[in-house]
């Protein structure tokens, strides 16, 4: 929705809007452009009568400033409507969806169009380190979308990315998540499905090859041409990264067998090779040759909240990152375990998703923890479970606290130089970063490893 609302002040719309519990970056972004944010829902915020209410999905029948837009009769609509209306109608849109990878896929893409002097629009649900904004209109015809499966509003339960239409679609994977709208994963593979039929017949499909979810997607139908990708040496796809090291950071380009070129970069993991490889066929898709791509992303800066380095203190790294699935827990710690060695990794995790405030990925919680060697839980109090339930089940250390200070003021204590502190959460995490950062720079004396 702050994406949205960048693109509309760029078209030159009087933009104001109303959310709870803002943060950074996406603060930050509003208040740079001039748009007013008024912190919660009510209807005083539309005594201004708006030419037209755009309604974001977290807002439901009962939430005050709704029922005062439609007793009201105001005009409205929702964030994906509007965007498909007003900006993507007459765009090549490259959409990027999956459970995992679309911001970092979205921000590559983007990044490789805008190195090829193509200056694509895109909105992406995070802020693109190259870019500094999560949204803007750029030239025709290019627009990069992060194409989210999530609902469109209360008045459209169709996912968000049935609207956008694309030329260019990248399916990084699937699983099961949104439990508080799906309720089990083939209700997700139908909304994918109903995506897929959107694709024109000369457009182009990329999927990751062995997704055996993706896989049922597209047996439901497929209209397009479809290359598939893959981060294994052996499989069968038309590209395919060859690790040079152990971390990620080094990989060849092969396109039907054949060496395209070498990313040399600072991501990590063997899941970043993969975006990188649907990013560079989308962008072929639309005229960029592969090595120009592979030029762009050895000049790839990274997302803010992926893996994104907020401070270094007495030999201590600090990582905020935005993981909150199991598969992205895993797959983030593996790249990080890669990278660092036996170097000690303390993991900081809040679970806050909706799936995860539910319960929903209890069973597989405990097991995405194991690259780490030691770990901190925020319980909140509108988890629906108890996260001291799988303590038993980890393989490692594991504390459940309730209060953010407590949580700090342990991390702080069993902290040494050469450690690696990484935060994960989708949401603020009570401003975790900057209070550890301020704490470690306070506690010059921390102990020695050994």
Request: glycine share 8%; proline share 4%.
């Amino acid at each position: 929705m702050g994406g949205i609302a960048l693109l509309a002040r760029e078209l030159g719309v009087q933009v104001s809007g109303s959310d709870a519990n803002v943060y950074p970056p996406m603060s930050t972004q509003l208040s740079e452009q001039g748009i007013e944010l008024i912190e919660g829902y009510t209807p005083d915020a539309l005594q201004s009568q708006p030419d037209c209410v755009v309604i974001g999905n977290a807002l439901s029948r009962g939430n005050a400033a709704v029922e005062h837009v439609l007793d009201s009769g105001m005009p409205y609509t929702s964030g994906p409507q509007w965007l498909a209306e007003h900006v993507l109608s007459e765009r090549w849109v490259l959409a990027v969806a999956g459970t995992h990878g679309k911001t970092t896929t979205a921000s590559m893409l983007a990044w490789i169009l805008e190195y090829a002097g193509l200056s694509p629009g895109f909105l992406i649900g995070g802020v693109p380190q190259n870019f500094g904004l999560s949204a803007r209109l750029g030239k025709a015809p290019f627009f990069v979308v992060e194409a989210d499966e999530y609902d469109s509003a209360f008045f459209d339960k169709r996912s968000k990315f049935v609207h956008y239409r694309p030329r260019t679609l990248i399916m990084n994977n699937l699983e099961f998540d949104h439990a508080d709208i799906f309720p089990d994963l083939a209700a997700i593979q139908t909304q994918f499905h109903h995506l897929v039929r959107t694709v024109p017949g000369n457009g182009l499909i990329i999927s990751k090859a062995g997704d055996a979810a993706l896989g049922e997607v597209l047996a439901r139908g497929c209209w397009t041409a479809v290359e598939q990708v893959s981060d294994r040496r052996d499989a069968a796809a038309t590209w395919r990264a060859v690790s040079q090291v152990d971390d990620g950071s080094c990989f060849d380009v092969l396109q039907d067998d054949s060496v395209a070129g070498t990313v040399r970069w600072d991501q990590l993991g063997n899941h970043n090779m993969q975006n990188a490889l649907t990013a560079i066929a989308a962008a072929r898709h639309a005229g960029v040759p592969v090595e120009q791509a592979i030029a762009a992303l050895c000049e790839f800066r990274g997302v803010k909240r992926r893996m994104e380095v907020r401070g270094t203190v007495n030999g201590i790294t600090v990582y905020d990152d935005f993981a909150h699935h199991p598969t992205a827990i895993a797959t983030t710690l593996q790249g990080l375990r890669r990278r660092v060695g036996d170097a000690r990794i303390l993991l900081l995790l809040e679970p806050r998703s909706n799936t995860m405030r539910m319960g929903v990925h209890r069973d597989t919680l405990a097991a995405s923890l194991d690259g780490a060697d030691c770990v901190w839980l925020h319980e909140t109090p509108d988890l629906e479970w108890s996260l001291s339930e799988m303590a038993h089940d980890a393989a490692v250390p594991l504390y459940v606290r309730n209060s953010v200070q407590a949580i700090v003021d342990e991390v702080v204590q069993e902290s040494r130089p050469g450690d690696h502190i990484l935060v994960m959460s989708n949401g603020a995490f009570g401003g975790i970063h900057g209070e550890l950062l301020e704490r470690l720079q306070k506690t010059p004396d921390v102990p020695t490893a050994g």
